[in-house]
Structure formats: structure tokens, C-alpha cells
């Protein structure tokens, strides 16, 4: 008989999109069975990243302001889309991160020894997908766990766009 691996600490990327609510139900579960912790991770766009927007446009001091009010409202967003579901909180944790999401999600994993992965995909595809690249995609081809992708619910099956 194959013993089924427990996810004692589960990784769960979060981009408050709809497809990332649908992967939160899975994280949930996985970690609640095993009786693990469940991480909630969200990675904020840092200048370091986009330093086009923000060197000709916003000064340091604007930067900090903005990075700031985008804490706030993560956080408020973690309570309102997921903490919410959860009835006993001892066991969820939340982050907040700024960078690049696949190398901060990957610095994370490794740092804290996570287990499993879970993420969803935005459904993009050719020219978008192209440029813009798919988190998802870099995370699991760089991960030394295993990730679980949820794939986008609006995407069809052959999309070709």
C-alpha cells in the first residue's frame, strides 16, 4: 500500500483573482487534512522590479506611500477573501512580500521548508503570455517541491488568442 505524503506546511500564492479564490479552496483543504499550516502569500511589485514606472514618474518618499497603502489593502484583502473562511486562525498564517513573485515565492518555499505549493494560473496566452510570462510556469519549473496549479476557469480548453 502507498502511503499518502502529508503537506505539513502549505504554500499558498496568493493574486486575489478569481482563480486564485478557486485555489484557495484547495490549499485549505490539504492543509486542514494534514493538520499542517496553511501560508498565504502575496508578493507587492517592488521598484527593483519596475524600475521604468517608477524612477522618471515617483519619487522614493511617493514609492513608500503607495507600497504602504498596498500593505494595507492586502492585508485588508486576506481578511475579507480568505481569513474569513477560517474559524480557527492559529494554524494560517499571512505574508507579505515585494519583488519578483516566482523568486520571492521560491525564496520563501525554500526558507521556511514548505511542502507543497499551491497556485493559480491567470489563463494568459499567446502575445500576453509571451511578455508578460506566466508566474505559475516559473515556479514549477524552478521548484524543488511539488506545486499544485489550479488552471484558470475561463480558459478554454483550445484557447488560441
Not at 524612477?55 to 518618499?61: M, P, T, V
Amino acid at each position: 500500500m502507498i502511503d499518502y505524503p502529508k503537506y505539513k506546511k502549505v504554500l499558498f500564492c496568493a493574486d486575489f483573482s478569481e482563480n486564485s479564490d478557486i485555489a484557495f479552496g484547495y490549499a485549505f483543504g490539504i492543509a486542514k487534512r494534514d493538520e499542517g499550516t496553511l501560508y498565504i502569500l502575496h508578493v507587492m511589485a517592488s521598484p527593483e522590479v519596475y524600475p521604468q514606472y517608477v524612477k522618471g514618474y515617483l519619487s522614493s518618499e511617493e514609492w513608500v506611500k503607495i507600497e504602504e497603502n498596498h500593505r494595507k489593502t492586502v492585508e485588508q484583502r486576506f481578511e475579507e477573501k480568505y481569513l474569513s473562511q477560517v474559524k480557527d486562525k492559529s494554524w494560517v498564517k499571512t505574508i507579505i512580500r515585494s519583488g519578483r513573485e516566482d523568486e520571492e515565492i521560491l525564496d520563501f518555499a525554500k526558507k521556511e521548508g514548505i511542502d507543497l505549493i499551491i497556485i493559480g494560473t491567470q489563463g494568459r496566452t499567446g502575445i500576453f503570455h509571451a511578455f508578460l510570462g506566466s508566474v505559475a510556469e516559473k515556479v514549477v519549473r524552478r521548484s524543488m517541491v511539488p506545486v499544485f496549479v489550479i488552471p484558470c476557469k475561463k480558459r478554454k480548453l483550445y484557447d488560441q488568442t
